[in-house]
Structure formats: structure tokens, C-alpha cells
């Protein structure tokens, strides 16, 4: 996409940032939760479905413009907020788009770009994290469709989803080939949530237990093939995790604007912290990894666009970035001295929402094994 395509877009970004947004976030950090409304204003506004076919709503855009958007949410100091966002128009959508038929689609996605409905998706169990082969939840065939049970946790969005893409056994004696994924309407009867997760950050991103007793589900309510789960969502990683990347980019030069405007500010010792070699030292650090963290980035881009970005980009780029994230924020918050452990001071949720980024869509853990083993496969 042209240079002056992105500007406006990004200038359209930060406007609604602005204006529906800055406001109000503290008081939706404080409650917990986004507003519905919230969403009819990012629908209103083109921002949810950017790279969506027009046909069910989008805007038509490039990817790139939707990682913009998650980039820009996470340097304004919106963690919480990014993540909803990742979870319903970076990643639900695109499974919609890609996997979804044409009545699937336009049952969801239409409503979906508007804010209408609010999307997540249901991997991590109580017993299994990143292990998906060892997932419970089930899903039996029935005469009118489907029967699912079990449970999710740690669901992104799920206090309030109307739509959970939900990943289920279908043959537990196939191993990664018995997993299926299924679109669940969360108004069915069997569906419950518990009590909202209370986090250490993103407060504003709601996270939820989600079960599923004996639930009805019609036929259509499989998303692709059955039995093509896992290959799907190998598929869909890369997208997810250039998600959080952006999030990684943002979140990193946001707190970069704070920690300069304050050093130079905040004086010590009868010099302006800016002064100290060591804080020169440590945001000159800070500023070259995060230019070669963008040029990587921007490189997975691209090989996306090209169909070519492989896993082992994906885990790459996710363990760099979301590392990087927490490495540098923690630097940041150091330069601020006590007022970094305040409230008082952005930067503190800066340093809260980075956390969980090394943790979730898949943790640096096992991030390092899908690189270790793309080696070892090439060495055999």
C-alpha cells in the first residue's frame, strides 16, 4: 500500500483513538471492560475488518493497515484494548474470511464489522495451555448437528463474545488430525461463563472461563473440515502472532515517548536524568533494537502478503518482539525511579501490559522448540 494510503489511515486512527478512546480508558481500565458502545464506534469509523473484503463489510485495505491499528492502540498505552482488538478483527475475522462459506460469512462477518457482534476464540483448557493435542473438550456428532462439552479459560473477549470459535476433539484417537474447529453462538442453550479472570494488567481486556454443557449445535456450525483443526490453526498463527508483534512495536517506542519526555524533565544530582551516560546509553539501546525488531517485522509482512511466512517466522518474530517488549519497558520504568512504580505515571501499565505478551498466542517457551525444531528437521 502507498505511503499517502497509510497516512491517512493512521491519521484516521489516532483521530478515533482521540476522540472514542483516550477519554474513557482509565474508566474502562477500572471497570474491567470495554463498552459495547465502543466497538459500534471502531465499526462506524472502518476500523474493525480493515483488510476484509468489502463484500461482508471491510474496507478492502492491506494487512499492513490493520497491524497500523494494533500498533498505534498499543503506543497510545491501550494494552488492554489491542489485545480485544488482536482477538476480534486480527484474528476471528480472518478465520471467518478464510475458512468460513458464503452463509457462515455472511451470517458473522457483516455484523461482526460493524460491532454488532463481538468475536473470540477458544484454544487454552484448564489442563492444557499450548499442549492443544491434549485438549478435553469434545465434540460428538449428533442427528441434528453436533454435541460439544468441555471447557476454555483464559478467553480473550469472552465476557461478552457473541461468537467463539471454539477448538474441539472430534476423533480423540487421531491425535493433532482429531481436532475441529466450530463457530458457537454464545445465546445457545449449554453455554456458560464464569466469574471475569482478574489480571496483573490489560485490565480493560475482559478474560473469561467459557464451558460448554452438552451443547446443541447445528451441522453448520462446523468451521472447514472436520478433523483439519490443527492445520488450521498452523495457518492462522502467523497472522495472530504479526498481531502481537505490532502490539510489541508499539507498546516499545510508546513507552520510548514517555521515558523521554521524563528525563529530560526530572532533574538529579543537579543534572537532568537525560544527562547520565547511562540513561543515553540505555534509550540508545533501546532505539536500535527496536528499529531492527521493525525491520523484521516489516520483513514477515511482506512474506505474508507473499503466502511465504513459514511458523518458524512467526515464532521468531513473536519471541524477539514480545521479549524485547518486556525488556525495554522494565528499562524504561528504571529511568523513571519510584514515580515508574506509580500509578501516577503511564508507564506503569506499560509495564503491567507488557507481561502477559510472552506469554499468550504462544509462550517464548515454545516459541524457542518450534525454532529448535525447524533446525534440527533441517540438520536431519
Partial sequence: ?????????????????????????????????????????????????????????????????TQLALEELSRQGFGGLASAYNIHANIVMPYLQNLGTAAQCERWLPAMARGDALGAIAMTEPHAGSDLASMRTRAKRTNDGWELSGSKIFITNGQFADLVIVCAKTDPSAGSKGVSLFLVDTRLPG?????????????????????????????????????????????????????????ALGAVEGALVLTLEYVQQRQ???????????????????????????????????????????STDAAILKLQLSELQCQAVDRCLQLFGGYG????????????????????????????????????????
Fill in 341 to 380: 512504580y506509580t500509578h501516577e505515571y503511564l508507564i506503569s501499565r506499560f509495564y503491567l501490559d507488557a507481561r502477559v505478551q510472552t506469554i499468550y498466542a504462544g509462550s517464548s517457551e515454545i516459541m524457542k522448540e518450534v525454532v529448535a525444531r525447524s533446525l534440527l528437521g533441517k540438520v536431519a
Fill in 1 to 65: 500500500m502507498d505511503e499517502q494510503t497509510t497516512d491517512l489511515f493512521h491519521a484516521m486512527i489516532k483521530r478515533c483513538l482521540s476522540q472514542e478512546v483516550a477519554p474513557y480508558y482509565d474508566e474502562w481500565e477500572a471497570a474491567g471492560e470495554i463498552p459495547r458502545s465502543l466497538w459500534h464506534s471502531l465499526g462506524a469509523a472502518g476500523l474493525l475488518g480493515i483488510d476484509l473484503d468489502e463484500q461482508h463489510g471491510g474496507s478492502g485495505a492491506d494487512i499492513a493497515i
Fill in 191 to 247: 453455554f456458560s461463563r464464569g466469574k471475569p479472570i482478574k489480571k496483573i494488567g490489560q485490565h480493560a481486556s475482559d478474560t473469561a472461563e467459557l464451558a460448554f454443557d452438552q451443547m446443541q449445535l447445528p451441522h453448520d456450525a462446523l468451521l472447514g473440515e472436520e478433523g483439519a483443526g490443527f492445520r488450521y490453526l498452523m495457518q492462522e498463527l502467523p497472522r495472530e502472532r504479526l498481531g502481537v508483534g505490532a502490539q
Fill in 268 to 310: 538529579a544530582f543537579g543534572q537532568r536524568v537525560a544527562d547520565f551516560q547511562n540513561t543515553r546509553f540505555t534509550l540508545a539501546e533501546i532505539k536500535a533494537q527496536l528499529d531492527v525488531a521493525r525491520a523484521y517485522f516489516e520483513h514477515c509482512v511482506e512474506k505474508y502478503r507473499q503466502g511465504t511466512m513459514s
